[in-house]
């Protein structure tokens, strides 16, 4: 045990590369986009750190090009999620008495490559396996996650050095953040490989053991990182890597008596059914397990009279548009006073058509595909229900091409209709429904948005009038975790704005701050008595 107390470096968002023409990090990342693109992989279980072919196999392909196969990957099955159960359960016992500093060592060092030689890895994967632009994936599989892992190390640093405010003389009060008894579920979506970086190692930097089921739509990315953990020196069987259909690995890992947490990000449907599941299995757990979960959102930009409309008009292409759509925190409905609609209409249609939109080798796209079928299939059929309806309009957009890739034009509906099946259903796609109000209206269309959808991830309000940004404020307390005023309503950045909504969006346990970690660990206090009484008496038992 070392003698010292130690401190974390402080840290700082990494810095965003511009990838301009002509640029070292532009040719470097061109070269490995190349590179990533020619190889077929073949990507194993890994299980204790040993790799387990199983012959069940799926394909990762490039969305923007489904016929262009990057890798097959094996599928697990119960046998080898017991296998992965064993072998967490057995690193757990080394890894959960790891002195902390250790801990944090191999998460900086996480850090470092994924800063470095691995930037260009994890940003080629996901832009080739998941179909995002070189901005989007920069932000997300770089400069997110090594965030993530810096920030994170000094949270933990942070928790650890909180202690009992008082210990009166002769005694020495201490409290210690134990890791939880069992192992963690990690369910990842294909979305943000930043997500998939950090939902399974949150916990293990607090001392816990993960089991990881990545998207199946990700796992090329996935198994990239798999590859940076096992570079930056975490122990085998720490993380096991899962991939496969969420009923196969899902019901074995759900029905054993270890399961100590689960942290997750998906469909509000999923994270519900796993909820029910560990209500029905609780009496056989051996401890009550900790559930955090986002779930998605019906996200929205809320417009006063006195927004500036250039602003407006960039934050809803951007919040709308940017990848694809396909963000928890994308902008999904909008609601614009009547006063500024016909301008703003204008605008914001003029600004759209601007928009190009394909392969992701080609730097010069803002949009590229939706993840695969079944989310072009439902986004679609979202677009032709508005078509049939008599209360929407399509403005723009509203074309769909799968013959190469998962295209779907940036689209934007207009409805008379408040409650329109766009307006509260969740479409994770390029898809915006708008509504006009009545200017004098203003607080009735504040409750109408809070009102309307089951969910409350995040949202933003444009307004110059300070007055209606505080009734906006306060109008819609619990209808986003994250709020933005004069902003778009995605991007949020590590050590900035921790991430996460409530009601139908999760339990808003705040990825990216101390708050999620304090969820990984669990206490116990330690009372040291120097001086212990030699006689149960108390004074007042003193003769009268």
């Not at 209360?391 to 769909?400: R, S, T, W």
């Amino acid at each position: 045990m070392a003698n010292g107390i130690f401190q974390v470096p402080k840290p700082k968002n990494e810095p965003i590369k511009a990838y301009r023409e002509g640029s070292e990090e532009k040719k470097s990342l061109k070269a490995k986009l190349k590179e990533l693109k020619n190889e077929q992989i073949e990507i194993p279980l890994i299980i204790g750190g040993k790799e387990v072919r199983t012959g069940d196999l799926g394909k990762c392909v490039m969305p923007h090009n489904h016929s262009h196969v990057l890798a097959t990957y094996h599928k697990a099955g119960e046998k080898e999620v017991q296998m992965a159960i064993d072998a967490a359960l057995k690193a757990w016992k080394e890894w959960s008495t790891t002195p902390w500093e250790h801990r944090v060592a191999v998460f900086l060092r996480m850090a470092e490559l994924l800063s470095g030689p691995y930037r260009d890895i994890l940003n080629g994967a996901t832009m080739l396996n998941q179909s995002k632009n070189v901005f989007q994936a920069e932000i997300d599989s770089a400069c997110e996650l090594t965030d993530f892992y810096r920030f994170n190390s000094y949270y933990a640093y942070q928790m650890y050095t909180e202690q009992p405010m008082y210990s009166p003389q002769g005694t020495w009060n201490r409290l210690e953040y134990r890791p939880l008894e069992g192992f963690i579920f990690a369910v990842t979506p294909f979305n943000f490989t930043s997500i998939a970086g950090n939902l399974p190692t949150a916990p293990v930097l607090m001392g816990n053991v993960s089991l990881w089921k990545p998207a199946s739509s990700a796992v090329f990315s996935a198994y990239k990182l798999m590859q940076l953990f096992k570079e930056a020196g975490l122990p085998d069987g720490v993380i096991n890597f899962i991939p496969g259909s969420g009923g196969k690995v899902g019901n074995p890992v759900l029905a054993s008596e270890h399961l100590a947490g689960i942290h997750f990000t998906g469909s509000t449907a999923t994270f519900q059914h796993m909820w029910r599941t560990v209500g029905t299995n609780i009496s056989k757990y051996k401890s009550y397990p900790r559930i955090v979960g986002e779930t998605g959102g019906k996200d929205f930009i809320f417009a006063h009279a006195s927004a500036d409309l250039d602003a407006l008009v960039a934050a809803t292409v951007r919040g709308a548009f940017e990848y694809q759509g396909q963000k928890c925190s994308a902008a999904s409905r909008m609601y614009v006073p009547e006063s500024i609609w016909p301008k703003f209409k204008d605008m914001l249609l003029d600004e759209i058509k601007t928009i190009k939109m394909g392969d992701v080798e080609d730097f010069t796209n803002f949009m590229n595909a939706v993840i695969d079928r079944a989310a072009f299939e439902t986004i679609k059929g979202y677009i032709d229900y508005a078509k049939d309806s008599s209360d929407a309009e399509i403005l723009i957009g509203g074309k769909c091409d799968d013959s190469v890739g998962y295209f779907i034009e940036p689209t934007v509906i207009l409805t008379t209709n408040p409650h329109f099946k766009t307006m509260e259903e969740e479409i994770f796609g390029p898809v915006l429904t708008i509504y006009v109000y009545k200017d004098n209206e203003y607080e009735e269309a504040l409750e109408l948005c809070d009102n309307t959808s089951p969910y409350a991830l995040t949202g933003a309000v444009f307004a110059n009038d300070r007055k209606a940004i505080e009734i906006a404020e306060k109008k819609l307390t619990h209808t986003a975790g994250n709020f933005y005023i004069n902003d778009k309503p995605t991007g949020a950045v590590v050590g900035q704005q921790p991430f996460g909504g409530g009601r139908a969006s999760g339990t808003n346990d705040k990825a990216g701050s101390l708050l999620n970690l304090l969820r990984w660990v669990s206490q116990r206090t330690i009372k040291e008595n120097f001086n212990p009484p030699k006689n149960y008496r108390y004074p007042f038992m003193e003769a009268e």
